[in-house]
Each structure stands twice: as structure tokens, then as C-alpha cells.
């Protein structure tokens, strides 16, 4: 499963990399646009190689206050989403593009999307926050055995004139360059060539991230976070073992799949309602955990149950155990279109609407978020685990035990792809089986 790669982060390199535009040193955005050139070369080095010391020391608290915020984030977002279908989505993802745009934010729209995502209500400590764990995160991600990649980036139209402030925590937190364009005239040359980043970035799991429809003449700035993991399962599948068996689709239909089996010693946690197994990757700093209600048809009440401390609850209570593993294997991938409803409905409406405040990030435009657009896509099977992600913010102006436990997933279950010190989730979605 794990292929080695070869991505990184450096703003400096990807500004070289810079679509025929450079960056504006003082917000003022005069340097003359071009088109972008296209993409298909290595993103810069610098942050494939981070040693111990480029990373800055979060203690643990810190960094599970941090995990808490993502995930509580997340479970919020994984209640509006439609239960009965299959899908996947990155509440690490949606949180960073999300909390790069709170940088810009001032007012009721700050104190908005601070409650919505868990965040600071102040640009300093969310650009500090999210800088020191993405560091970490990608410093994790190093680790043999497991890859993490984490890439922003911000299109900016060449007539805003971005606040110096929010330059700066862009560059300096967030490592997203800014990119010069122009929305006006070459809207389609600027989707494509941001959609060709983006695949790059993901190792082609999330192509097209952006549609003709989602750029007008009044786009003025396109903010993007892009991820992808690839991690090995520290106790693989012996694909012989691999065969073919029943899985009850949404709780009741039949349906033969490729069921994948193994009996190994894993974190174990059950009780009443549901079971669930922790399953590690190698290098120890990323996990899988498996939920499977124990009523077949029961997911989507034990969805709608869930809170922001059932990773902790699972991770902290469950206990070395050997058990027997049917899972199947699956590939999962998810347009979600309906991102923009779930995100007013957490109540974030303002951000979306003629009132928001924006002032932080440009000086010479109301702006507003016209949409959120987040594609991801997983894929597991007897090696591990590869998924990834984009989100794009598109603004416009204003307008050990001794019995062997059982873990058949033989039905719809829930899963998180978790970073194990902070226990942020990573990647979270639902297999029914359709």
C-alpha cells in the first residue's frame, strides 16, 4: 500500500512554482498577472525532511485541546450528513481552510465560525494553533511506514489588496502563498491549473476539485487545503485469506463483497450498543478505529449519538485484545455538495451572507464565502489505508486477554482515521454498502 513520495510545503519553492504570478509584498497585489504554467513537478522539498527541532513543542494538553476542537468539529459536521449512503469526509481539511479564512474574519462572522469550529475568537492564536500542529502533524507524517502531506495555498485575484496581517499569517502558519491571478478573464485557466495543484498534491485521488461553476467575475479569493495519507497497517491481511462474503448493505440487503480476515492482537472496546477496534499503522502515530453497532441496522441512530469524546472514550478504554477481523475491503469517494448547507446550519450563516465581516483579509473588498467545496476519497484494503482531501473557500465580493473477541463487520459500519497523540480526526465517514 505505502508507495514512498516525494512532497513538501515550503512557501518559498511553491511561490517559484507560482502560476507565472508572484506574491505582493505589501498587500497591495500590483504585480501583473499571467496565466498559470502547468503544474506536474515535485512541490518544494523543504518540509519532507523536518527534523525534530523545525518543530515546535505543543505539551499534551495543548494538543489534545487542539484534537478536541477538530473532532467535536468534525462529529458536528458528521450529523448533518445524509446517513444512508456511503461517504467520507476530512474534518482536519474543512478545519484548516476554514480556520485560514477566520484569520480574516473580524466581528460577529469571527465569533461565528469561532464557535462553529472550536477555534480561538482571535487571528494570533488560530494562525499559532494551527501552525504549530500542522508541523507536528507533518513531522508525524514522516514517520517510515505512514505519509502525511498537508498543502495550502490562497488564489488571490490581482485587484484585492490583502491585509499585511493576513499575508503574514498565511506565509509564516499556514505555509499558503499567495498566488496573483485573474478570475475575470482567465477564470478556466486558473480552475484547471488549481485543480492540477490539487491532484498533484493528493497523488491523483481528488481530481477536479473545481467546476466551471464555481468561479464568476465576482470571485476575488480561493483559499485550499489539500491532504493525503498513505499508511500500512502494522498487522496486515494475508490477502489469501481474502474471500468472498455476505454484507448486509444499509443494515438488510445481501450483498457479496470482498471480506478481508485476520485474528490479531488489537485495542479492543465494546459494550452495550456497539464495538469498536483500533487499528494501528505503522510508526504508531495514526490509527484507524472501526465502530460497528451491534444492531445491523443501527448505524444512523448511533451516528446521531455520537459526541466529540467517543475517539477518547474508545481510545482510552479499550484494551489489548486478540480478535478475530472481518472487514471489508472498500474504496469510498465523496463530493460533498451539500458542504455549504452543513456549514451554515452549524451556524456559520453569517460568513456566508452580505454581512460578513472580512476586513482582515482585504482592504478594497466586501467579501463574503460564496461556498465550501471538499472532496475526499479513501481506500482500504489488506495493505492499509491511502485517503485524501481538498477543501476549497471560495470568496466573493459582496455582492491482553485470554478469550478471542469477534469483530465481523458484516454490516454498515462507522470509521476515523485519527492522529493518535492529539486523537484529531483526520479522515471520518460511514460504509453502508451503496
Known amino acids: 500500500m505505502f508507495k514512498p513520495f516525494k512532497f513538501a ?14 506574491d505582493s ?32 513543542s505543543v505539551d499534551s494538553n495543548t494538543a489534545a485541546e487542539w484534537g478536541r476542537g477538530v473532532t467535536h468539529f468534525g462529529i458536528d459536521f458528521m450529523h448533518k450528513v445524509e446517513k444512508s449512503t456511503n461517504y467520507v469526509f476530512s474534518p482536519f481539511s474543512l478545519h484548516t481552510a476554514l480556520s485560514m479564512t477566520a484569520c480574516g474574519a473580524s466581528g460577529d462572522t469571527l465569533t461565528a465560525m469561532s464557535k462553529a469550529l472550536y477555534i480561538a475568537d482571535n487571528a494570533n492564536d488560530i494562525a499559532k494553533d494551527n501552525g504549530a500542529m500542522r508541523l507536528n502533524l507533518r513531522f508525524d507524517g514522516q514517520t517510515e511506514g505512514s505519509q502525511f502531506v498537508i498543502a495550502n495555498r490562497l488564489w488571490v485575484d490581482r485587484t484585492l489588496q490583502i491585509v499585511p496581517d493576513f499575508k503574514s499569517h498565511m506565509d509564516n502558519e499556514f505555509k499558503a502563498p499567495l498566488q496573483i491571478v485573474d478570475f475575470v478573464n482567465h477564470a478556466s485557466q486558473v480552475i484547471g491549473h488549481v485543480n492540477d495543484w490539487v491532484r498533484n498534491i493528493t497523488n491523483n485521488m481528488i481530481k477536479d476539485l473545481l467546476l466551471s461553476s464555481d ?19 502494522v498487522n496486515k491481511f494475508n490477502k489469501e485469506r481474502t474471500v468472498k462474503g455476505e454484507f448486509l448493505a444499509k443494515g438488510t440487503n445481501k450483498k457479496e463483497m470482498d471480506m478481508m480476515n485476520n485474528t490479531v492482537s488489537v485495542n479492543y472496546y465494546e459494550d452495550a450498543d456497539y464495538k469498536a477496534i483500533v487499528m494501528p499503522y505503522k510508526g504508531d502515530k495514526f490509527s484507524m478505529v472501526f465502530m460497528l453497532p451491534n444492531e445491523n441496522d443501527k448505524l ?135
Request: proline fraction near 2%.
Open 9 to 22: 510545503l515550503c512557501a518559498a519553492l511553491l511561490a517559484s512554482l507560482a502560476l507565472g504570478c508572484s
Open 25 to 56: 509584498d505589501n498587500g497591495d497585489n500590483e504585480t501583473e498577472e499571467q496565466t498559470p504554467q502547468p503544474s506536474g513537478v515535485e512541490v518544494d522539498m523543504t518540509e519532507s525532511a523536518l527534523t525534530a527541532a523545525d518543530v515546535p
Open 215 to 233: 468561479v464568476n467575475i465576482d470571485t476575488r479569493l480561493i483559499l485550499i487545503n489539500a491532504i493525503y495519507f498513505d499508511g500500512e497497517w
Open 300 to 434: 444512523a441512530s448511533f451516528i446521531t449519538g455520537m459526541d466529540e469524546k467517543v475517539i477518547e472514550h474508545i481510545t482510552g478504554d479499550a484494551k489489548e485484545q486478540e480478535v478475530a477481523i472481518t472487514l471489508p475491503k472498500f474504496t469510498i469517494e465523496s463530493n460533498m455538495s451539500k458542504t455549504t448547507d452543513y456549514l451554515k446550519s452549524l451556524g456559520m450563516e453569517i460568513a456566508f451572507s452580505g454581512n460578513a465581516d472580512f476586513s482582515q483579509m482585504a482592504s478594497n473588498e466586501k467579501l463574503h464565502i460564496s461556498r465550501v467545496i471538499h472532496k475526499a476519497k479513501i481506500e482500504v484494503d489488506e495493505e492499509g489505508t491511502r485517503a485524501a482531501a481538498a477543501t476549497a473557500v471560495v470568496m466573493d465580493k459582496e455582492g491482553k486477554a485470554q478469550d478471542v473477541k469477534v469483530f465481523n463487520a458484516d454490516h454498515p459500519f462507522a470509521f476515523a482515521l485519527i492522529h493518535n497523540s492529539s486523537k484529531a480526526i483526520l479522515f471520518a465517514g460511514q460504509y453502508t454498502g451503496e
